[in-house]
């Protein structure tokens, strides 16, 4: 089996990789497990951590803009390909321009390049809830109306996705993901950063500001979760997910405050005490127009489940991430 991920230097793209090396998850046309004989990684950039002594991998840099690199990624040998490359949300509402470019453009690129291939490989592509805008609360029918460039982004992928599938060109499903957290490295553009921030950085030892207030809420998903969600949905059955191929994954949900509250809990105040207030105008109005809390009954049925509580999420990331051991 010869998988494609396309940002595949980042989080996700890294940790879906080690995870399909170590063994053999994703199921081909069959329905069994198969091995991977070949893992391409492509992203703007080479990947910090990339697992190049393993014989099967390719780490390759280009511009996911270019249809002709993609065609080169893409070929008759690819068996599935998780699309994750994408202008993050603060990035993508700064500059309007470049986040239609690749967020648009080079989704569609990539279903092209799959189209080409004329063997239907299956594509899975990271949504976010960002296409819901205003809603507190959010279901499997609830309709889209993203209030960010991101969000409509990502919308109108959704919508590719489902039709490339309808038409036979490409077995597409999609992941609606909420904000991951904690994620490790450093920060990056998205507007939802800041809830990695604020426990990742004090755990570190480093201070950082919260730019929204105690009372916002936000949906979130461990990176572990989220990796072994990509591994179900792409193992689902086609038929089962119907002419709808965009699941939404479930996360919990609980206020800046009550993150900081888990986080002296487990740390220690002068943990939680590295967090100050640093008010961001243009975060919390995008911050303010996503849902708080999901219902997603697909992805239960499928066995997507979230994490069990903050303070697993906050427990995970210091053994897996910080050897055990954080700054107190």
């Known amino acids: 089996m010869k998988v494609v ?66 065609d080169s990624l893409i070929d008759g040998e690819t068996d599935a390909v998780f699309h994750f490359a994408a202008i993050v949300s603060g990035g993508a509402e700064v500059n309007f321009d470049l986040g239609y470019a690749v967020n648009l453009d080079g989704g569609r690129n990539v279903l092209e390049a799959a189209r080409r291939t004329g063997r239907c490989p299956k594509v899975v592509f990271a949504s976010s809830l960002a296409v819901y805008g205003g809603e507190r609360s959010v279901d499997d029918s609830t309709a889209l109306t993203p209030q960010t460039s991101y969000g409509t982004q990502k919308a109108i992928g959704e919508l590719l996705v489902n039709d490339y599938t309808r038409k036979g060109f490409v077995d597409g499903r999609t992941l609606r993901l909420p904000t991951i957290v904690i994620r490790p490295g450093k920060p990056n553009a998205a507007a939802s950063g800041f809830a990695s921030s604020i426990l990742r950085e004090p755990l570190q030892g480093d201070e950082v500001g919260n730019p929204v207030t105690p009372e916002s809420r936000m949906l979130i998903l461990s990176p572990k979760r989220a990796a072994q969600a990509f591994i179900e949905i792409h193992n689902a059955d086609g038929a089962s997910l119907g002419i709808n191929r965009a699941v939404m994954m479930n996360g919990i949900s609980p206020k800046v405050s009550e993150m900081l509250d888990v986080l002296s809990r487990y740390a220690g105040d002068a943990v939680a005490d590295r967090v100050y207030s640093k008010p961001d105008a243009m975060v919390q109005e995008i911050v303010d127009g996503w849902a708080w809390y999901s219902d997603g009954a697909r992805a239960r049925a499928l066995g997507m489940e979230p994490d069990a509580s903050l303070e697993e999420i906050i427990e995970t990331f210091v053994n897996e991430e910080l050897d055990g051991t954080f700054v107190s």
Do not use: H, W
């Open 5 to 70: 991920i396309t940002g595949g230097a980042g989080m996700l793209g890294r940790r879906l990789a080690l995870r399909i090396l170590a063994k053999p998850e994703l199921t081909g046309p069959d329905g069994a497990p198969q091995d991977v004989s070949k893992l391409v990684l492509f992203d703007a950039f080479d990947p910090v951590e990339a697992p190049s002594e393993d014989p099967r991998v390719e780490v390759v840099t280009g511009d996911i803009c270019n249809r002709e690199t993609l």
